[in-house]
């Protein structure tokens, strides 16, 4: 009825295109997120994976941090375990999303596993973003599906990219890994303790580096940072 | 343990991390002090990263084209730049620094 009156045009304009806010917000992100698959596919062939080792990452792991994590230890000469170890580490913020993601959409049956593997850092930002249920799901289902399908082809995209680059080196990827991780870390610098945790793991990374095995200071920079929250101050 | 298995349990992992905030009951996870943890975890990890990127060389500490990099991303970052051309400046900052060095 609203459609006919004259304060109409604006919703019959979102009507007609179909595109909620919800749904237009899952697919800015999804292009955003899905364009840096890019340079995990090129640094991940940089750091000595095969192509289909950084396509097996973005399937199967499918959450950017991780990911980065995973062959950021291996380019630093850590073992396959070290990098299990670190990758595995910077998921756990993904049982926190699914928690929320369980509450507030209680998928069922398949959906679940499906929802599962989508359930990262984009998706669960877009569905908390929006107040209605409706909305909340296909803010989940734009963000989750638009990020998996360009992360992914994207990833493909750097890492043949990567592999006809040859020396890595030579292009900066090193520094492109270094630009990447600060990326990464930067928007979660919100005030004064994240900065406070992050120089403190920075220097215990450092002074491990010279004495430890090489992947070894991550993990010991992580205990800290569990440490860090599990004894921290509630604010 | 090859790369390959490395890849796969990593992936594995992951997925199970991910399953495991909808199977288990929610006051496990769902309680200021995991919150925390969870959150502290990722930043430490991160800037962790970002050190060992840029200063490790094997086990030694080494200064060289990656601290332009991390100079150069941190000022576009602190201007607002989008994520890729962060990456893409780090790239250039490093690769100009060995070209010229």
Known sequence: MDELSG?????????????????RMGLSIAVATGLYGVSFGALAVAAGLTV??????????????????????????GSASAAVGAASLLGVRNAVYGVQMNHLLAPRGWRRLLMAQ??????????????EAAEQRRGFWTAGVGVFVLWNAFTLAGAVLGDALGDARRWGLDGAAVAAFLGLLWPRLKGREPVALALAAGLVTAAAIPWAAPGVPILLAAAAGAAWGWWGHAR | MTLWHAVIAAGLIALATKLAGYAVPARWLQNPRMHRVAGALTVALLASLTVMNTF????????????AALGVAALALWARAPFLLVVV????????????V
């Open chain 1, 7 to 23: 304060k109409a045009p604006a919703r019959a304009g979102v009507r007609l295109s179909g595109l909620t806010p919800a749904v």
């Open chain 1, 52 to 77: 289909g080792q950084a396509m097996a990452l973005s399937l199967l792991m499918f959450t950017g941090g991780s990911q980065f994590a995973f062959i950021g230890v291996v380019a630093g000469g």
């Open chain 1, 118 to 131: 989508l359930t990262i850092d984009e998706s669960a930002a877009t569905t908390l973003s929006q107040q």
């Open chain 2, 56 to 67: 490790a060389e094997g086990t030694a500490l080494h200064l060289d084209a990656r601290l």
């Open chain 2, 89 to 100: 400046l780090g790239a250039l900052a490093s690769a100009l620094v060995r070209w010229w």
